[in-house]
Structure formats: C-alpha cells, structure tokens
C-alpha cells in the first residue's frame, strides 16, 4: 500500500487546516490548486503575495479537475465537487466558509448571473 503525500500549501502564515494570514476564521478551511502554477494556496491574496504572475481561474471544461482540498481531513475535490459541496467536506463534512463563493470568479470561469 503506497502512502499518498498531502500536496504541499503555499501562503502566508499557513496553519496545519490551511488557514492564512488573510483568512483564519474557523472554517477557513480550503485551499484552491490555482491553474496557472498548479499549486494550491490558502488564498487568492496569498496567490498575489508570493506569485509572480496573475492568477488564472479554471475554465468550466475543467471542473472535473482535483483543485480544492479540505484543510480538516486532506480529500482532494474536483471543482465541480466542491461548488456541490453546499459548503462541506464531502468527505469529512466539516464547514467551509460559505462566503469563499463571493470569491469563486477569482478562481473559476463562473457562468454569468441571469
């Protein structure tokens, strides 16, 4: 049986659930695999701090990518499955912020409101 390392978490003051300098509430607990650099940050501040390119949201032909990782239990989600989530591991079901959707357009191709 091999063991599967956690991806690594790029950002400012990361804690071990994957909070930051800029989001440490208790469910501040996601951590988005930006497309650009294909590695994941707490946030998107953390992304422009430590990055030296612009951020690149993820088209909606890839949602089926795994981009989202819960910081209480390690699952990695594909994006479709984290906008599903209604603010929740599925795999663990502990609480994502569910103002994190008031910034999904920074990280995903976001269909337009009606």
């Not at 501040?45 to 989202?68: K, V």
């Not at 994502?96 to 191709?109: I, K, S, T």
């Amino acid at each position: 049986m091999s063991i599967v390392k956690a991806p690594e978490i790029h950002g400012l003051q990361v804690d071990p659930q994957t909070r930051c300098a800029h989001w440490h509430g208790p469910s501040d607990i996601l951590a988005i695999k930006f497309r650009c650099c294909n590695k994941y940050f707490s946030c998107y501040e953390c992304h422009a701090a430590l990055s030296d390119h612009l951020a690149q949201p993820w088209p909606a032909n890839e949602f089926s990518e795994l981009a989202a990782l819960c910081g209480a239990c390690r699952n990695e989600l594909t994006i479709q499955q984290y906008l599903d989530s209604n603010a929740r591991c599925p795999n663990c079901s502990a609480a994502f912020n569910p103002h994190c959707a008031l910034h999904h357009h920074l990280y995903f191709e976001m269909p337009a409101s009606k």
